[in-house]
């Protein structure tokens, strides 16, 4: 992919997930679609998405979970960043976000209920996440 913009996006593991290999992924490939990013890397809480989007004045917020507790850690998500003027940020989640086998419909319903853009549940191809992130800020520019 060509660089073609300069968005600002932070991403970073939520919770007591140590697991960094997908969050390293979805890193390089957002910096080869051509936008800077800030990475917070594992064991993040809800308020360091936030502190992080406010002091990098992101256009986006990527959060990956694999060990499942996203559903406990990404409750009421978006209320952090209305709180802090920050209404119209873009927020993604992605890995595997809840324990036990869902539906991914119910999982997406679930997590788009905690303010989220767009869900990723299971989803392995990074490049549906990059398209959607170009179309929504396309979206958001008009």
């Not at 919770?15 to 990475?39: T, W, Y």
């Not at 406010?54 to 986006?60: D, F, G």
């Not at 996440?129 to 170009?134: C, E, G, K, N």
Request: aromatic share 10%; net charge negative.
């Amino acid at each position: 992919m060509s660089r073609m913009h300069s968005g600002r996006v932070v991403v970073g593991v939520i919770g007591d997930d140590i697991h960094i290999v997908g969050n390293r992924i979805m890193q390089l490939a957002l910096e080869e679609s051509g936008f800077q990013v800030f990475n917070l890397r594992t064991r993040n809480r809800q308020e360091h998405f936030c502190q992080a989007a406010l002091e990098t004045n992101a256009q986006a917020v990527f959060v990956s979970s694999l060990n499942g507790e996203g559903e406990y850690w990404c409750a009421d998500f978006r209320k952090r960043f209305v709180d802090v003027g920050m209404p119209d940020v873009l927020l993604y989640v992605g890995g595997n976000i809840v324990v036990g086998q869902r539906a991914k419909d119910e999982v997406e319903t679930l997590f788009k209920s905690y303010g989220f853009d767009r869900v990723y549940h299971q989803q392995p191809d990074i490049g549906v996440a990059i398209a959607d992130l170009l179309e929504d800020m396309k979206r958001g520019q008009t």
